[in-house]
Structure formats: structure tokens, C-alpha cells
């Protein structure tokens, strides 16, 4: 056990862009990878179905928006065929009738592109605080590592009487 807090307090300082101790970078280059693999194995499969789902309401509207028009057409064409000659109505009919279609895709255009937008935030969001989480996990591991590794450093460099006068001026210090 001292053997090892011995090599852990005999680490040199971490260098500026990688660390002293190799694995450190191992296991955190590690964490990262668990992390991004069940981002693309979990989350981003779920994006993928969303947006296929917002895509298929979409093209089911847009049918929507078709049929509408074929019905406007068949309408069009019992009044022709009941009322002879009302051409005005029919053009009105056939107006109003594009009119629908046109904003019924315009809206369902405006709630897909919503809900893309919506998704993709979300998707953001999630992603930030994946990092901030792995980041907060990895400096709370080495906080505690540090703890413990001077713990040690401590407990081994003082001999039994350095180590009474420590405890004697900290308890003589609680008192003042």
C-alpha cells in the first residue's frame, strides 16, 4: 500500500497538455468513448426516428392536402355537371380550394421545420450536459485520487513523534 501511495506522491507535475501519468489520459479518453458510444447507440437513433416520424406526418399532410384537392376537383365537376354552365362558381370553388392547400402546406412545412428545430436544441442541450457531467465525474475521481495519494504522502513522511506534535498543535490550535 505505501509502495503504491509512494508512486503515486513520485508522479511529477502534469505537463501542459497531457498528463504525467499515461493512464489518466487512458481512462478518460475511455470515459469519453462509453459516453459517445451510447450517444450514437441510444440518443442518436432516437433522434433519427423523430425526425423520420415529423417527416412522415409531413407527407401524410401534404397527402392530406392533395386529397382535399382531388375533392375540391370532384366537387367541381357535380356542380359543372348539375348546374350546367357556372363557370364563376367553379373558378371560386377551385380558389378557395388552392387557398386550403396551399396553407395547409405552408403549415405543416412551419411544424415540421418547428419540430426539427425543437429536436435539434434538444439534441444540443443534451449533448452539453453529457460533457458537463463526464467533466464533473472525472474532476471529482481525481479530487479524490489527490486526496488520497497526499493522505498517504502525509502519513509516511512523519514518524511517530512528528506525527504527535502535529496532532497536539492542531488540537491545541481547535481550543484557541
Avoid at 502534469?14 to 459517445?36: C, H, M, T
Avoid at 373558378?91 to 405552408?106: G, H, M, S
Amino acid at each position: 500500500m505505501f509502495a503504491f501511495a509512494n508512486l503515486l506522491a513520485a508522479e511529477g507535475p502534469n505537463g501542459r497538455f497531457i498528463p504525467s501519468d499515461p493512464w489518466e489520459l487512458f481512462w478518460a479518453a475511455l470515459a469519453f468513448l462509453v459516453i459517445f458510444f451510447f450517444f450514437v447507440t441510444k440518443g442518436l437513433p432516437l433522434i433519427k426516428e423523430a425526425l423520420n416520424k415529423a417527416q412522415s406526418d409531413a407527407v401524410a399532410e401534404a397527402s392530406a392536402a392533395d386529397q382535399a384537392m382531388a375533392d375540391a376537383k370532384a366537387k367541381i365537376a357535380a356542380a359543372s355537371a348539375e348546374l350546367g354552365d357556372a363557370n364563376a362558381q367553379s373558378e371560386q370553388i377551385v380558389a378557395e380550394a388552392r387557398e386550403a392547400a396551399q396553407q395547409l402546406r405552408v403549415d405543416s412545412a412551419n411544424r415540421t421545420q418547428q419540430l426539427v428545430n425543437d429536436m435539434w436544441a434538444k439534441a444540443q442541450n443534451d449533448v452539453v450536459g453529457m460533457k458537463t457531467q463526464a467533466s464533473a465525474d472525472m474532476q471529482a475521481e481525481v479530487a479524490a485520487q489527490a486526496v488520497g495519494a497526499a493522505e498517504e504522502v502525509v502519513k509516511s513522511s512523519l514518524d511517530s513523534s512528528g506525527q504527535n506534535d502535529l496532532i497536539e498543535s492542531y488540537i491545541s490550535g481547535l481550543r484557541n
